[in-house]
């Protein structure tokens, strides 16, 4: 039986992943910095954290392959490195980077922290989606404003190919556990670029209220925030309206053999959408 750390299990990508794993027979290690909180059927909780190296070593004993979601604080391509140093030699890597992660440049900190994966020496894959669709319904990001009936994003006009997380998660399965997708960098979208107007709109069909779309500078954005998660935040915007979110790949299709899902799919399923005004 195949054993793999998910890093992250309890994140928007971790939890379909871990599911997907367990369906196939793998021995799962759910990977948090709370490990008492992982509830998962079938994924044995496992403590690891990026703050406890002196964790790691236990916590990928015997792991066949090893799930990374980079950490988004300044020393992660640091950190990414002295993890891959504890793995067994032959563990497989599987990075969770982000779309167009080159707009940073060679010595950008999102191909820096790839860098390391690709110059280690297993075999690795990078996953590098487009901005995922649960950001709708995680309150972290933008469900409790779409419960209050509007989306606020600093898009600039630029289209967004959202991507299901589950979708993320069906092709990191494939890297993690198939032959074929070793040094492949795979860039991973839905189906379709959405205009932000547009996207509101489908939000309004699938919450069962108008969600109206306000236009907001990326100064509102990064209001309240600092330091690396406020530069971060500020770049990531940058991007958007740059168009680094907008190509439509076919990855999820070429990997998994069945399309991504659209973002009318995602809220037709419906699990934890705001439904009502607040
Ligand atoms: N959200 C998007 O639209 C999007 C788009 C493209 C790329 N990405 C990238 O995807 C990655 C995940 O982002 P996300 O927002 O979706 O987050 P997420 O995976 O939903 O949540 C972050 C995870 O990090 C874990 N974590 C927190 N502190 C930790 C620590 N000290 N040590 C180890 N694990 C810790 C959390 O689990 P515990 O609390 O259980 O430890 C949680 O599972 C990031 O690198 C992000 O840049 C995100």
Redesign the pocket.
């Known amino acids: 039986m195949a054993r793999v750390l998910v890093?992250?299990?309890?994140?928007?990508?971790?939890v379909p992943l871990a599911e997907l794993l367990v369906a196939r027979g793998v021995e799962v290690l759910g990977?948090?910095?709370?490990?008492a909180?992982?509830d998962l059927d079938g994924v044995r909780p496992t403590d690891?954290?990026?703050?406890?190296p002196s964790g790691w070593p236990a916590a990928t004993d015997g792991v066949d392959a090893v799930y990374v979601?980079?950490?988004?604080r300044p020393d992660?391509p640091e950190l990414i490195g002295a993890l891959l140093g504890v793995l067994p030699p032959r563990a497989r890597v599987v990075l969770?980077?982000?779309?167009d992660a080159d707009w940073f440049g060679p010595d950008g900190w999102?191909p820096r922290a790839e860098r390391v994966v690709r110059d280690s020496g297993r075999p690795w894959t990078v996953l590098?989606?487009?901005?995922?669709m649960?950001?709708f319904t995680?309150p972290?990001?933008h469900r409790d404003e779409i419960a209050r009936g509007e989306l606020r994003f600093a898009d600039g006009g630029a289209l967004v190919a959202w991507?299901d997380?589950r979708d993320i998660a069906a092709v990191a399965e494939r890297a993690l556990l198939d032959e074929g997708h070793a040094g492949r960098v795979y860039e991973i979208t839905g189906p379709e670029a959405l205009s932000l107007p547009r996207t509101a709109e489908l939000l309004s069909a699938g919450v069962g209220h108008p969600v109206l779309y306000r236009e907001v500078s990326v100064d509102e954005v990064v209001a309240g925030t600092d330091g690396f998660e406020r530069d971060?935040t500020a770049l990531?915007f940058q991007r958007v309206r740059a168009g680094s979110?907008a190509p439509v790949t076919d990855t999820v299709r070429a990997v998994t053999g069945r399309p991504a899902r659209s973002l009318a799919t995602f809220l037709a399923d419906g699990e934890r959408l705001p439904s009502r005004r607040a």
Request: aromatic letters at 14%; hydrophobic letters at 35%; zero cysteines.
């Open positions: 890093t992250g299990v309890r994140g928007k990508t971790g990977g948090s910095s709370d490990p909180t992982v690891f954290s990026w703050d406890r979601v980079r950490p988004d992660a969770l980077s982000e779309q999102a590098r989606p487009s901005w995922f649960q950001v995680d972290r990001f991507i997380a971060l990531t979110f």
